[in-house]
């Protein structure tokens, strides 16, 4: 930012407050929010690393809470919501929610899927390629 010295508010078009900040702190806070971002990235990229080396081993979704959140093979994050209420949907026994990609870009809000005990996303005809299967419980 080219202006230096102390940062003010607008309120109702007319009345102005001192932030109590200067266009230093701004600057300061843009790259603290920048760096943050790329940590951000770089842990969602070794936590994918890492899920992507465990994901033979199989997850145990019946242990689950509303709320936990699940990380899928391909990195996504998703949350746990409930067993299946649905009876015709005997062979997937639990509701998830998608949250976000591996980049952070949300799925939106009513994005849901259904998994099997061990987090896979069919009971058959798998696709690993393609599939979504939860590797991990955070």
Known sequence: MEYKGKLYGRMGGKMYFD???????????????????AENQALRQASLTRCNADSDKSVDLSKCK??????????????????????HHFYLDHV???????????????????RTNDGFTFAINRKPETD??????M
């Open 66 to 87: 509303k709320g936990d959140i699940l990380i899928s093979r391909h990195g996504a994050k998703l949350e746990y919501i409930a067993p299946t209420p649905w009876k």
């Open 19 to 37: 932030t109590g900040k200067t266009a230093d702190d701004w600057d300061a806070l843009e790259k603290r929010v920048s760096e943050l971002e």
């Open 96 to 114: 998830v929610r998608y949250i976000e990609d591996v980049n952070g870009k949300s799925f939106g809000d009513e994005n849901y899927g259904t």
């Open 132 to 137: 979504h299967d939860i590797v991990a419980i």
